[in-house]
Every structure is written in structure tokens, then in C-alpha cells.
């Protein structure tokens, strides 16, 4: 079945230093949709990105992600982290059910 | 816009007690899910419906039941509280293929 892997579980950086956030997915469906939830704390997750095209960049408040078809990945991005960018990521297949992948905690330090 | 509720906020639970959580959304969405949540842990899925009166088990079923009594609506029961128990249960509501996802405000959930 389809599948979601999201292989750190926490990351820890300094405030100003690039994020990259690893998603790597399995499915048989050939035009897969990609998402990433961000969810702070006590609230509930929220869209952050998502995509359909290979290989074409999409973007949101300072993120962003390409989906690469042939690598089966669809890595979350930032050039410089900040403090407020601390949260749990996920990255999401679509299909007849959303599958998710197990998150990953961005902790950004000053 | 459209949104998602669910209700209570906050239960209470006994141990042994059946607790019933419920979700509503307007989107008008085929898809409705119940995750559980637990403390710095990711999703993981309970039940899901595709359409009203369906009913699909999640990774997490063993425990609780749910029902899609109609398409705006679905419940999660927890059929035996577990003593010590805290989550978080969050419902979601998207169209086929999941797209425009939303999560409800979840529901905390305590047992004492």
C-alpha cells in the first residue's frame, strides 16, 4: 500500500542556518499528491504546501518543496530557519485516504 | 469558507466508561477521518469514511467504534476508557484524493 517515510524525527538547528526536512514516498499511482502539515504546539495541523507537478518548485511563507517523481521525494526546504518555525512536519500522499508520514520536530535555537 | 467542529473540547472520562467524541463539517467533503495524537507523537489513523454509512478501520481501531450517520457528520466512541489514558483526537474532513484537508480543533481526552 501506499506509504509515507519521513526518516529524522527531530531536528535541532540554529536560528538563521537552512532547513531541510526529509519525505520520501511509495505509491503505484503515477500522479501522486504531495503535502506538508505544519502543526505548533496546541493547535492542529495546518497546510503548508502541497503539489501535483514534477519537478516544479512550489512555495509558501518562506518554505518550499519540489516534487521529484523519479526519486520518489518530496523534500520541505527553508533558507533560513527562525525561532517561530519550531513545530511537528508532516509530509502527506494523497489518495482514497490521506497517508501520513510518522513527522518530524523542527527545534530552532537561537 | 467552511469549517470543522468537534465536540467537547475537553472530556473527562472514568475508566471503563464509554465516551463518545462527535465531528461536523460544511465543506461538503466525501472523506471524514479520526486520528489520536498522543504527546510529541504523530498521527495515527483510527477510523476513516468515504462516503455517509461507510466505515473503514484505521491502524488503530482495536478500542473504538464509529459511525457516518450522515455525510456532515461523524463520531468516534471509545468503547472502554483506559485508566491514565491522554490524547489528543483530532477529526478531518477532505475531498476524494485529499485534497483540501482540514483538521478539526481535536478534542483532548483524559481518563482518570
Known amino acids: 500500500g501506499d506509504s509515507v517515510t519521513q526518516t529524522e524525527g527531530l531536528v535541532t538547528l540554529t536560528e538563521g542556518l537552512p532547513v531541510m526536512l526529509n519525505c520520501t514516498y511509495q505509491?503505484?499511482?503515477?500522479?501522486?499528491?504531495l503535502f506538508w502539515y505544519v502543526q505548533h504546539l496546541n493547535e492542529s495541523p495546518r497546510l503548508l504546501l502541497k503539489s501535483f507537478t514534477d519537478n516544479k518548485r512550489t512555495e509558501h511563507q518562506g518554505f518550499h518543496a519540489t516534487l521529484h517523481k523519479s526519486s520518489s521525494s518530496f523534500h520541505l526546504q527553508k533558507s533560513s530557519a527562525q525561532l517561530s518555525d519550531s513545530a511537528l512536519y508532516y509530509c502527506?500522499?494523497?489518495?482514497?485516504?490521506?497517508?501520513f508520514g510518522q513527522g518530524t520536530i523542527l527545534k530552532v535555537y537561537l | 469558507g467552511g469549517i470543522i467542529t468537534q465536540t467537547p473540547k475537553f472530556l473527562i472520562g472514568q475508566e471503563g466508561q464509554k465516551l463518545t467524541l462527535k465531528c461536523q463539517q460544511n465543506?461538503?467533503?466525501?472523506?471524514m477521518y479520526w486520528y489520536r495524537q498522543d504527546s510529541g507523537k504523530g498521527l495515527r489513523l483510527i477510523y476513516y469514511s468515504i462516503t455517509e454509512n461507510d466505515l473503514q478501520k484505521g491502524d488503530l481501531s482495536e478500542g473504538y467504534d464509529a459511525s457516518r450517520e450522515k455525510k456532515s457528520s461523524f463520531s468516534l466512541t471509545v468503547t472502554s476508557a483506559q485508566k491514565n489514558e491522554m490524547a489528543v483526537f483530532l477529526c478531518a474532513s477532505s475531498r476524494q484524493g485529499g485534497s483540501d484537508y482540514t483538521f478539526g480543533s481535536g478534542t483532548r481526552l483524559l481518563v482518570i
Open positions: 502527506a500522499l494523497g489518495g482514497q485516504k490521506l497517508v
Open positions: 465543506f461538503n467533503h466525501d472523506t
Open positions: 505509491t503505484i499511482y503515477s500522479n501522486p499528491f
